[in-house]
């Protein structure tokens, strides 16, 4: 099969890989489309460490290739997702709801890539399967199912860690992909007021689209005081850093009031030096203000609930689709997110069956 890897630190490509075999529990998954994240981009400039030649890739969906003896409840076939982590669900963490730091490891839910190989291949494997693949319902596409795997999925638990109270107020540092679906998960929570800091036009236009009441552009303001005129210069009860700048992380504390809390999912990992948190706003340590740093949970319950959501058309995702590819032009729709040419967002890449 071929699978798209980093052959080494700023090298990626195309190459051949024998098909992976199931384990008793595990499932082997022919895919059939996929998306690039950001954080592909991030593991290529070597921002996150792992062994050459490892497959790339943590959002895909696909049909049902092999299954291990053990797995229940899925047919070879059916048309599933699966979530960009993929935790045991047996573990102590996992059993305290912490499935993202699956085996008490940091980030331990996260094996696509970083502990094997990752999902931008034509078969992928994955662990646990009865607990972490999800059969996507009949009437939704693959297209909208992949949202579901890691972008809606990172967003909604942005927003859930901004834990809203209806009709509070709310700011959003970025509206990438996983922003656009913070702004989405803020509007379904009931926000009262959601100010979306976006200084790119067409992104500017989406997040509007997906419930933002007022955005900011930083390009022609200070963010910061911007929100804080208007809010009455009281500050919003919680904000959202989406993007991952020292610079977005320290905007957090200066516009969040004091008891508010601060919802943290943008990747940080590309700026070596420890974040700052300003001493003033953050009342030198007695603001009762709240920190929160997460993201995607997986598993098979958590897909259903967002499925549910584009089931009933409370959620479409896919405007936020600039772009789209078959796997023979992956090299180039990676460079383009590497580069973010042609104002690209997400691009959806289709694997041909006939190839596969």
Partial sequence: MRAFVLRKVGEVGVIEKPVPEPGPNDAVVRTTAAMVCTTDVHTMRGAIPVAPDVTLGHEAVGVVHALGSAVEGLAEGQRVAVA??????QCDSCQRGFSSQCLGRMLGGARFTNRRDGNMAQYFLVNNAQANLAPIPEGLSD???????????????????????????????AQGAVGLSATIGCRLRGAGLIIAVESVPARQDLARRFGADLVVD??????VARILE????????????????????????????????ISNVGYHGEVPEPLKIPLEPFGYGMSDKQVYGGFNRGGR??????????ETGKV???????????????????????SKEGGIIKPLIHFDADSA
């Fill in 218 to 223: 930083h390009t022609r303001c200070d963010p």
């Fill in 301 to 310: 319950g958590w897909l259903r609930r967002i499925f549910r959501l584009m």
């Fill in 84 to 89: 960009g982590v993929t935790p045991c669900f």
């Fill in 230 to 261: 208007l809010t009455d210069g009281q500050g919003v009860d919680a904000a959202i850093e989406a993007l991952g700048t020292p610079q977005t992380w320290e905007a957090t504390f200066r516009v969040t009031k004091p008891g508010g809390r």
């Fill in 316 to 338: 479409d995702p896919t405007p936020m689709t600039t772009h789209e590819f078959g796997f023979d032009e992956i090299e180039r729709a990676f460079r383009m997110m590497a």
């Fill in 143 to 173: 297209h909208k199912a992949l949202y579901a795997t890691d972008m809606l999925s990172t967003g909604f638990v942005a927003a859930e860690h901004a834990e809203l109270a209806l009709g509070e107020t709310v700011a959003i540092f």
